[in-house]
């Protein structure tokens, strides 16, 4: 029988879990529940066509595809495991999809599991620092129900964010509740190949073994303690850094507007936007239009909000040094917030140095310090934030209506910024075949926000196309004077033409469409009408159903033509 002290050490264990566990299914249920009215949006136009739909390494799924991208960058970034993900819930989708097309809900379940296996990463890790039950859920409730997640959540193009942060932030709850065990020990080891996937699957998680370190000392281990232990995941992230700097190719010739010495205050101006919009999320959008000209027009307010930041952790560091977690919690916001702050450029700034989706990670230190925050108040306070909490819920469930459908997502961006010629050139694709009235003002006022980018022009070109193909055929060609390798500009030209009657010239421009994007299916489409025009029916067959999978609409009413030329063909006698 066993002793009276080993059952009251057992009851007490069991206890302590149950303290622990049920609350944090709390949490798991809560962000799922939240959450789970994404998976009935649908695709948007903002990248999920250009990243997956109409990517022939990704759509259709192939084994071929799974392996391109462990040897290839992904736009500009290594992340072979997103891609290999990827494909995998790919092939789920169109198995359980009627027509055998990627549904696009199967593809959001999958990213809201993501978020939700983060969320409870995060409760791991606050409930770890914070002893009190309530405050520690509280605290991972921010960071699962917070609006600004809704981006990283309710759009596939993001799936890397809550993915990464799946593989990443379970890493470093795994270690710091093992951090006495050697790092050969299974969970130890368990955590290096978490973290390992988190890196391949989203460069950006680099900062988590620095994470992972001050984590441990805010629980209250030693700074020798906290180093020692997290240098197993410091070696794992050296190699990554190496690989990811070899794969990547360039940026957006627009960060060289930005002088290095002006991307501190850059960086320390997104540091203040996220910790505002972790306090005040309204309004939301997808391109807020911090843009590298308008920081530089704006420099002194990027200093203002930089020496903000800065006071605000100086302030911290004072008024918690009895207690580091404070500290700890602003620190952490900072330091995950720097990958995508300015400091280095990166593609989408051109568009705004600030998204949604950067405060993803960050929003583990605002989970941090609310819930400090919330172990030192009283009941009536506690009351207060969740009263907030649950007007957070609201907004994130309104936020995620906007990510229903393009122009739903669209027509939201320029509500809040106006100024947004990306959000005005996609609405105008998407309602030029029904309202080219209004697509065309909206093509003017995205080229009238940015002169020096073509595609409104090309847009409004296409527009033109049937009723005056003179003027398309002029606009095209003044834009080809400039950028002789628009492969749009060049399909449009040769759309022009070919209404004018001229269609050698226009098979002409739709070949070189071809040949400078052969795997778009706009494209292939296109080159595949003139070749049945021209009597090559072979070729066209071919190319059209090459684009079966990613295009089924625009491929069998091709085929249908095809077919019904050949028998035109056939029907014709031999002289």
């Not at 879990?17 to 799922?32: A, D, M, Q, Y």
């Not at 990243?51 to 500009?76: E, M, Q, R």
């Not at 690989?243 to 060289?256: D, I």
């Not at 649950?390 to 739903?408: A, C, D, K, M, P």
Request: aromatic share 10%; with cysteine.
């Amino acid at each position: 029988m066993p002793e009276p002290t080993r059952i009251s050490q057992f009851l007490a264990t069991t206890e302590s879990r149950k303290s622990v566990i049920w609350p944090g299914l709390l949490v798991i249920l809560l962000t799922f529940g939240v959450h789970f009215s994404s998976v009935w949006n649908d695709f948007v136009s903002f990248d999920d066509t250009t990243l997956f739909l109409n990517n022939p390494h990704l759509n259709p799924p192939t084994w071929a595809g799974f392996l391109y991208y462990w040897k290839h960058p992904f736009f500009n970034i290594y992340s072979p495991v997103t891609c290999s993900v990827w494909v995998a819930i790919s092939r789920i989708a169109i198995w359980i999809s009627p027509d055998a097309s990627i549904d696009p809900h199967v593809m959001h379940l999958a990213q809201v599991l993501f978020h939700v296996v983060a969320t409870g990463a995060v409760y791991a890790i606050v409930s770890l620092l914070i002893p009190k039950r309530w405050p520690a859920v509280i605290g991972a409730l921010w960071f699962g129900l917070h609006p600004v997640q809704v981006e990283s959540v309710a759009w596939l193009g993001a799936i890397n964010v809550p993915l990464s942060a799946a593989f990443g932030l379970t890493a470093v709850a795994i270690h710091v509740h093992q951090s006495d065990k050697p790092w050969y020990s299974g969970l130890r080891l368990l955590s290096l190949v978490l973290m390992l996937l988190g890196v391949l699957a989203r460069p950006s998680v680099v900062t988590l073994p620095i994470v992972a370190a001050l984590l441990l000392l805010a629980s209250g281990k030693s700074l020798r303690h906290a180093i020692r232990t997290s240098v197993p995941l410091f070696l794992l992230i050296i190699p990554c850094l190496i690989w990811t700097m070899a794969f990547q190719r360039g940026v957006a010739a627009s960060q060289t507007e930005i002088p290095i010495w002006n991307r501190p205050w850059i960086a320390g101006h997104a540091m203040g936007f996220y910790l505002v919009k972790s306090i005040v999320p309204y309004p939301l959008a997808v391109d807020y239009g911090y843009h590298p000209a308008w920081l530089a027009a704006h420099l002194p307010i990027c200093i203002m909000a930089s020496v903000g930041v800065v006071a605000l952790l100086i302030s911290a560091g004072w008024f918690g040094r009895e207690k580091i977690i404070l500290p700890i919690g602003l620190t952490i916001f900072c330091l995950t917030v720097l990958p995508s702050s300015g400091l280095m450029p990166f593609d989408f700034q051109r568009l705004s140095n600030v998204t949604d989706r950067y405060a993803y990670l960050p929003m583990l230190g605002a989970a941090i310090v609310i819930a400090w925050a919330l172990a030192r108040m009283a009941t009536t306070s506690i009351a207060i934030v969740v009263c907030v909490l649950v007007v957070f819920i609201g907004l994130t469930e309104l936020q995620i209506t906007y990510w229903r459908n393009s122009v739903v997502l669209y027509e939201h961006t320029l509500a809040v910024n106006p100024q947004s010629w990306i959000a005005s050139t996609e609405l105008a694709n998407v309602l030029a075949p029904t309202n080219p009235d209004r697509a065309i003002a909206l093509y003017r006022n995205a080229a009238a926000i940015d002169p020096s980018n073509p595609s409104p022009r090309v847009g409004i070109a296409a527009l033109l196309v049937d009723q005056n193909p003179q003027a398309a055929i002029s606009i095209c060609r003044s834009i080809l004077a400039e950028i002789p390798d628009m492969a749009s500009a060049w399909a449009t030209l040769g759309s022009a033409l070919y209404r004018t009657g001229d269609h050698a010239a226009a098979f002409d421009a739709i070949s070189r469409t071809y040949q400078l994007s052969p795997n778009d299916p706009a494209m292939i489409e296109s080159y595949a009408f003139e070749l049945v025009d021209s009597g090559k029916l072979d070729e066209a067959e071919r190319l059209y159903l090459s684009i079966s999978t990613r295009n089924p609409q625009a491929a069998a009413e091709g085929l249908k033509k095809v077919e019904t030329a050949r028998r035109g063909r056939a029907a014709i006698p031999n002289p």
